[in-house]
Nanobody, 123 residues
Framework: QVQLVESGGGLVQAGGSLRLSCAAS????????MGWFRQAPGKEREFLAA???????YYADSVKGRFTISRDNAKNTVYLQMNSLKPEHTAVYYC?????????????????WGQGTQVTVSS
């Protein structure tokens, strides 16, 4: 069983930046792929970025060039650096772990999910 705990959310002005963190329990974190998703009120969960166990990264077109996913296996943590935030980015942001190690933009392949962290972008 893997537990994921997100942190780093909060209130930020439009154009600002935030760095989200996701701390994972367990000894096999380095073998997992990790993904970040968000869900705004009344909308479906949306893929943002993923990083495989070997460090390959994938991004949704909507965030390419503005968001960066990274991982620190020594700290069992994955990060999402978000720049140039907009009010429409207000959502709950979730991290997820994929035991198969490859990652995907399909939320159905992920085995474990965190509880989410709220990000609110004011205009």
């Amino acid at each position: 069983q893997v537990q994921l705990v997100e942190s780093g959310g909060g209130l930020v002005q439009a154009g600002g930046s935030l760095r989200l963190s996701c701390a994972a329990s367990g000894r096999t974190f380095s073998r997992y792929a990790m993904g970040w998703f968000r869900q705004a009120p009344g909308k479906e969960r949306e893929f943002l970025a993923a990083i495989s166990w070997v460090g390959a990264t994938y991004y949704a077109d909507s965030v390419k060039g503005r968001f960066t996913i990274s991982r620190d296996n020594a700290k069992n943590t994955v990060y999402l650096q978000m720049n140039s935030l907009k009010p429409e980015h207000t959502a709950v942001y979730y991290c997820a772990a994929d035991e198969r190690g490859r990652g995907s933009d399909n939320d159905g392949v992920y085995d474990y999910w965190g509880q989410g962290t709220q990000v609110t972008v004011s205009s």
